[in-house]
């Protein structure tokens, strides 16, 4: 069986608390033996790193999310760099969610750019990679990370992943020239999903990974209920599909992917 790294889930949200045990075990049983879970703020990040700890298989990133930067204070980012001087270095993975989202709103721009800019320092300075949110905000989130890449601010190998990617292809060959990764979650599996098939067709294989945003983003035919890593293979699935390739194809190269870019 194919073995699979969801690198990008939730599954410390309080939709879990009364079931998570038997999602990791849907999970394993599904060959997505390891999980990169993402956190939204100070306080997710500390809870996620807390569960890391109770599980091999677990993995986190701490940051603040771009929706969630109106309740965060500048001093977050100290704290989180005393977790991350403090912390577990083979379980903190990545710094992130973090990116700019012009989706739910525009009016505080300039308070996603502070955070975004102060992260990707914080990510520079701990030497981890980034996994970028970027909703309606692509050439934003581009510019931002060529004006790091300017300072000297942003790695030069491995330097992160647009988690969801949800840009056109002629915009990928721009963010995999800067060396990041995309990430494909389950709307690639919908049917009306042009634009990101093209994506999934293109992309070299050795800059894909596989993610789930679980509970959020349910691939077909799950669409609607809530989502978990064990649907991570119907995304590959699709992929696989998509390019012509077998499933193993995916699995394989997709996990080494994910060990490459967050050093598994
Ligand atoms: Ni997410």
């Known amino acids: 069986m194919p073995s699979y790294v969801d690198t990008h889930t939730h599954l410390y949200d309080k939709v879990y608390d009364q079931d998570r045990q038997a999602v990791f075990e849907r999970a394993?049983?599904?060959?997505?033996?390891?999980?990169?879970?993402?956190a939204e703020d100070v306080e997710t990040s500390r809870s996620l790193l807390e569960l890391t700890q109770k599980h091999n298989f677990l993995y986190g990133a701490v940051g603040i999310h771009p929706g969630d930067v109106d309740k965060a204070k500048p001093q977050h980012i100290n704290i989180l760099?005393?977790?991350l001087a403090g912390a577990d270095r083979s379980k903190i993975v990545a710094i992130g969610e973090i990116g700019l989202d012009y989706y739910w709103t525009k009016e505080n721009k300039e308070t996603q750019q502070f955070y975004f800019r102060e992260q990707l320092h914080l990510a520079f300075r701990?030497?981890?990679?980034?996994?970028?949110?970027?909703?309606?905000?692509?050439?934003?989130?581009?510019?931002?990370?060529?004006?790091?890449?300017?300072?000297?601010?942003?790695?030069?190998?491995?330097?992160?992943?647009?988690?969801?990617?949800?840009?056109?292809?002629?915009?990928?060959?721009?963010?995999?020239?800067?060396?990041?990764?995309i990430g494909l979650d389950g709307p690639v599996t919908f049917k009306n999903a042009r634009k990101l098939i093209d994506?999934?067709?293109?992309?070299?294989?050795?800059?894909?990974?596989?993610?789930?945003?679980?509970?959020?983003?349910?691939?077909?035919?799950?669409?609607?209920?809530?989502?978990?890593?064990?649907?991570?293979?119907?995304?590959?699935?699709?992929?696989?599909?998509?390019?012509?390739?077998?499933?193993?194809?995916?699995a394989e190269a997709t996990t080494a992917n994910a060990e490459r870019l967050f050093n598994l």
């Open 28 to 38: 394993i049983e599904a060959g997505v033996t390891r999980m990169i879970m993402a």
């Open 81 to 83: 760099d005393e977790i």
């Open 126 to 181: 701990h030497d981890l990679p980034v996994i970028i949110h970027d909703r309606d905000a692509h050439e934003d989130t581009l510019n931002m990370l060529f004006e790091a890449q300017a300072q000297g601010q942003l790695r030069q190998e491995n330097p992160g992943v647009f988690h969801c990617y949800s840009g056109s292809p002629e915009f990928a060959e721009r963010v995999l020239k800067l060396g990041f990764y």
């Open 199 to 250: 994506v999934a067709r293109t992309v070299p294989l050795d800059r894909l990974l596989l993610e789930t945003d679980c509970p959020f983003l349910t691939p077909h035919p799950f669409r609607g209920k809530r989502n978990e890593p064990a649907y991570l293979p119907y995304i590959a699935e699709r992929i696989a599909e998509i390019r012509g390739i077998s499933v193993a194809d995916v």
